[in-house]
């Protein structure tokens, strides 16, 4: 069985930063491609980044390019979003995602999610 469970989430001020882990198991984590996607209050799901099996290929959103950096380690089945420079617009609920689907926003499975809120 799949399981998917983000932490990190929490407070911080504009310009701070956060550090978001999501903890893997039920599946071969180095085999697979990992995302993160956010969800902001009353918007819709946008894809934030993804990170290939070995991690040499990355990709981020326009919106958080520059100041977003996702990793993963395989040896402890853990993936990352370290977010800098915070902006009040990156106020949103954090998913880590896998099995991507026909969209960016459809994933084959989810974790709970973490409350990242930026805000003086």
């Known amino acids: 069985q799949v399981w998917l469970a983000e932490s990190g989430g929490g407070l911080a001020q504009p310009g701070g930063n956060l550090k978001l882990s999501c903890a893997a198991s039920g599946f071969t984590f180095s085999s697979d491609w990992m995302y993160w996607v956010r969800q902001a209050p009353r918007k819709g799901l946008e894809w934030v980044a993804m990170i290939n099996p070995d991690s040499t290929t990355v990709d981020y959103a326009d919106s958080v390019k520059g100041r977003f950096t996702i990793s993963r380690d395989n040896a402890k089945n853990t993936l990352f979003l370290q977010m800098n420079f915070l902006k009040s617009e990156d106020t949103a609920v954090y998913f880590c995602?896998?099995?991507?689907?026909?969209?960016?926003?459809?994933?084959?499975?989810w974790g709970q999610g973490t409350q990242v809120t930026v805000s003086p």
């Open positions: 995602t896998k099995d991507r689907g026909r969209t960016d926003t459809e994933y084959g499975h």
